[in-house]
């Protein structure tokens, strides 16, 4: 009995990346003209039924900004089925964007798709440069049936089962053979169908039915009107052979599935992260090129996710204003620069440098909803409650006043993190008053060590005013604004004869928007001062001054509130002591500089584990592009700095040490123009016996690294800021921590899982299409560990890491920067051909300044303690000073609580339902935890949701102390809306 005919979906498509090697609005003119002729072609041609485009909705809005008038069109194209949207908004880079912002991209992909009518259910993400490990239990919990992608996997079939680490299955459609195995489809039916029968044998022999898929499209294609004719033409030829169709990706997964009946189930089950290069480009190097995207979106994603989504939720549970369309807005410009061409840094220099106005517009969003919610959350509270004792006045009590500032204010602290966190922070405070400051207060009442870093009394004007300049004075204050500035206090003094006053008036340094009302005492001044022939007029600005303390044990995702208690005196300007050391401790650690090489000892006080060596920085040769990161083949790698450092402890008190090291490597400018084998440097040249080459002659570049490592009393990490002054091209730099545990084993922070990675095994590169690489992605920390100690490296926006085994232990390196001059070359050593067009890109070579922040972390048998520092590294506390209020909730408390430790807590949110909030976490444990949720404000039940947040069972009420329990499976991600 003969085979049956190959069924054949052919699924029109283009994939649209927004910006890569052109600018995106040049890329949008574009899509326009594509999306014209589509349209064009589908209302004139009833056989081209289907297009999809690219599973991202974000094509939809820049099209039709341009051509509004094709709204109606394109609705009705989605509604009837012809054209696929969705799910996505953008295709993002998994790996470097975080597991939230996937979340909200989908969102607000599913909300996209609700206007217009349907979204496909299949998780289409063709090009990513590989896929995180829970994606299939992210894709399934916004309702998607299956995911379609091409890397990532090898020799897999092209129908297969993907699990996640909490064991959830997702069907996947492995595109094998590409997302373009149709593309340019050749207008010959002769040879159309050479074409396809080409794609038959390449495909057949890997399904498990007689169904195949073929994808017509590829980067920034035009649709191809000639389509139906030749799909007729083909099956007129393979009649028999072959039946094609043009179709849908997800009319061709139903058919598959029911093809598969039964079958399915025994399907191959493939596990994890898919960062496998055997047959397409993983291109890791984009994990650290133009690290600078890499740190502002990590900047931008903590601004949103732990401080202006919750405070924003709390505010509006608590009655307040709902700021949850802000909220979006800053998310819709942040998604714009997650698509993997733009956030992995891989495109043209004008791509990048447009990304810098959608960061700062975030950010500035973020700013805007984090200030003005903490300053309601702080009239929820009850700070007035905060014990202090009585004020006492100094000097003559003004015969008249209109006072509006000064007297005692309040410092709300918040920690955004999910451990209770100790840190020092800085805080602007409004001016205390002429001659006056303040006194730290806790909320017991007891005096916190403070230090002014900034304080003075800012005199706008002194004069002395005649009677009738005193009375055109009165009248200009009267409506509380004057010389462009606003009226926030006045006072007077009389003197007993009457014939002279003294007139202080407060203008605030910045515009508040409030407006005092000055007419009753202007009124009363015009009355009792008509006899005044002289006055001393002394005009202050109110600015702010700044305030540095250690803010202790403020609770998790939480605030603890302190006052600032007015009091005579005066505001001095204080800086640290320095110490005739070359090292700092506190009651966890001493930290010791060493003075030859600029590397660092830590000692743990705790377990007596000293870690000699750390944070020592090696510049390497790189003649890679912006994808991959390939070594000079005849390369000095630079590791010493090449004089003695120089080295400088400070004691600033309560606040803890500082122990600074600046020193310079010398390291060569560039890569050889001639064969870019070598680095330019003399000494290179020289020792290789090369003749002089004007070239080679040039001398080396001078890199200047400047480190401060800071403890804090109570703070079990050490902080490092590491400034860089890049002059040189063509090089890596990465900064080493060498450690005594022998492991070979790296546990990394990832996305919804804390994952182990092993080095790279052995392999036969002829296999491979690119060479597997020993760095990999983490997110906010990696760790080494033997069960007894370990060392965790914290990082701000520093995704790259590697694990390099040794005899003596295993040392971790962290990539700080990569610098290249192309976007792509055809002529690395550890992968095969282009990756991108051949531009140069200048502005990677990432010249200038760079500033980069990580924590070393310590730690014991338990892991989850080292977590802890390095959330709270992560999203430092964040202080705002405000009035004093007479509010409902504590002084100090938690308003939500996520525990035991190994639920890490990820997201709490504005509901999209309009009332509540999102509190969503994810068990990082192997094995299955019991936990428990508090909510530290009004709370009445939750409700299990999905991550588009539609329910999934029935509300649950809380317990007397507004908690409930729940068991989480291990790797789970548990989602709960709370009403």
Not at 326 to 344: F, G, K
Request: charged fraction near 25%.
């Amino acid at each position: 009995m003969s085979n049956p005919p190959y069924e054949i979906t052919i699924v029109s498509h283009t994939h649209w990346d927004r910006e890569w090697y052109r600018s995106f609005q040049e890329f949008r003119l574009q899509l326009v003209e594509m999306m014209d002729r589509l349209l064009e072609i589908m209302e004139s041609d009833p056989d081209y039924r289907y297009f999809l485009l690219d599973g991202q909705t974000i094509m939809l809005g820049d099209y039709l900004d341009v051509r509004p008038e094709r709204e109606a069109t394109i609705r009705k194209l989605i509604v009837d089925g012809r054209l696929s949207i969705g799910p996505w908004h953008i295709l993002p880079d998994e790996f470097l964007v975080s597991p939230e912002a996937t979340v909200r991209n989908l969102i607000l992909g599913a909300k996209v798709c609700a206007d217009f009518g349907a979204r496909m259910p299949i998780g289409y993400t063709p090009d990513p440069f590989g896929h995180i490990a829970q994606l299939p239990q992210i894709l399934a919990g916004v309702g998607l049936e299956a995911v379609a992608l091409q890397r990532g996997l090898a020799y897999e079939p092209t129908e297969l089962w993907w699990e996640a680490p909490d064991g959830t299955r997702i069907f996947t459609i492995y595109l094998r053979a590409g997302y373009g195995n149709l593309a340019w489809v050749p207008p010959s039916p002769q040879a159309f169908v050479r074409v396809v029968n080409r794609q038959i044998d390449a495909l057949a022999p890997h399904g498990h039915t007689r169904h195949l898929l073929f994808l017509s499209g590829t980067d920034h294609m035009m649709p191809q009107p000639e389509l139906p004719g030749l799909i007729a033409a083909a099956n007129e030829r393979l009649a028999g052979q072959a039946r094609l169709k043009h179709g849908t990706l997800h009319g061709y997964l139903h058919e598959l599935r029911e093809a598969l009946g039964d079958r399915a189930d025994e399907l191959p089950v493939i596990r994890g992260e898919l960062r496998n290069s055997q047959r397409y480009n993983l291109l890791p190097g984009v994990l650290s090129t133009r690290m600078w995207i890499k740190q502002r979106n990590h900047a931008s994603q903590v601004a949103l996710e732990r401080l202006a989504e919750p405070l924003a939720a709390f505010v509006r549970a608590l009655g307040g204003r709902d700021r949850h369309g802000e909220v979006w807005r800053a998310w819709r410009y942040l998604i714009q620069n997650h698509p993997h061409d733009s956030i992995c840094g891989c495109s043209i220099d004008q791509v990048h440098e447009e990304m810098r106005t959608r960061f700062d517009w975030t950010d500035q969003i973020a700013e805007e909803v984090t200030t003005a919610s903490l300053r309601d959350l702080a009239a929820s509270i009850n700070t007035a409650a905060l014990p202090a004792p009585e004020s006492v006045q100094e000097g003559e009590l003004p015969t008249y006043s209109v006072v509006q500032g000064g007297g005692d204010v309040a410092v709300l602290v918040y920690n955004p993190a999910q451990p209770v966190a100790t840190a020092r922070i800085e805080v602007d405070v409004p001016w205390p008053g002429a001659g006056r400051t303040y006194e730290l207060l806790d909320d017991r009442g007891q005096r916190v060590p403070a230090r002014w870093l900034s304080a003075n009394d800012t005199i706008d004007q002194r004069r002395t005013l005649t009677h009738d300049e005193l009375m055109q004075f009165i009248d200009d204050i009267e409506v509380g604004f004057y010389g462009w500035r606003l009226v926030r206090d006045v006072r007077v003094w009389l003197s007993e004869d009457r014939k002279t006053a003294r007139l202080e008036v407060v203008f605030p340094e910045y515009h508040t928007g409030q407006i005092g009302d000055f007419a009753q005492l202007a009124d009363t001044l015009r009355r009792d001062l008509r006899d005044v022939e002289s006055c001393e007029l002394t005009i202050y600005l109110a600015g702010y001054h700044r305030l540095a303390f250690v803010a202790e044990d403020v609770p998790g995702v939480g605030y603890r509130s302190y006052r600032l208690h007015n009091v005579p005196g005066k505001s001095e300007r204080a800086t640290g002591d320095g110490l005739r050391q070359r090292a700092i401790e506190n009651e966890w650690f001493r930290v010791e500089a060493d003075t030859t090489g600029g590397t660092l000892t830590i000692t743990d006080k705790r377990t007596g584990v000293t870690y000699s060596g750390l944070n020592r920085f090696r510049d390497e040769g790189d003649r890679g592009d912006e994808y991959n990161f390939c070594p000079v083949e005849y390369d000095t790698v630079v590791d010493t700095p090449r004089q003695s450092p120089l080295v400088q402890a400070v004691d600033l008190g309560p606040e803890g040490q500082t122990l600074t090291v600046v020193m310079e490597l010398e390291v060569p400018l560039g890569l050889s123009l001639r064969d870019r084998r070598f680095r330019v440097n003399r000494l290179i040249q020289l020792a290789r016996n090369e003749p002089e080459y004007e070239e080679h002659s040039t001398p080396v570049e001078v890199l200047r690294v400047t480190t401060t490592a800071q403890l804090v009393p109570g703070v079990g990490r050490v902080d490092i800021r590491t400034t860089v002054v890049n002059r040189a091209e063509d090089h890596r730099l990465r900064v080493l921590f060498p450690t005594p545990i022998k492991s070979d084993i790296a546990i990394a922070d990832s996305h919804f899982d804390r994952i182990r990675r092993a080095p790279i095994g052995d392999y036969d590169p002829s296999e491979y299409q690119e060479l597997p690489q020993p760095t990999a992605p983490q997110r906010a920390f990696v760790a080494v560990t033997d069960g007894e100690h370990g060392l965790m490296i914290a990082a701000r926006g520093l995704p790259e890491y590697e694990l390099i085994p040794g005899d003596e232990g295993a040392t971790l390196a962290l990539t700080l920067l990569r610098c290249v001059g192309w976007l792509s070359r055809e002529d690395l050593a550890n992968r095969i051909g282009h990756a991108g067009p051949a531009l140069a890109t200048p502005g990677a070579q990432c010249l200038g300044e760079h500033i980069f922040e990580y924590s070393i972390i310590p730690f014991g048998a338990d892991l989850d303690a080292g977590a802890a520092q390095a959330f709270a590294f992560e999203a430092p506390l964040r202080a705002l000073a405000v009035p004093l209020s007479a509010g409902t909730l504590p002084p100090s408390g938690s308003l939500v609580s996520v525990e035991p430790a190994a639920l890490v807590l990820t997201s709490i949110k504005p509901a999209e339902a309009g009332e509540g909030f999102i509190v969503r976490f994810y068990n990082s444990a192997d094995e299955a935890v019991s936990g428990r949720v508090t909510f530290g404000l009004p709370v009445q039940s939750v409700t299990p949701v999905n991550l588009l947040e539609t329910p999934l069972g029935e509300a649950r009420s809380l317990d007397g102390s507004r908690a409930f329990t729940v068991d989480v499976p291990p790797k789970r991600i548990v989602t709960f809306w709370a009403r």
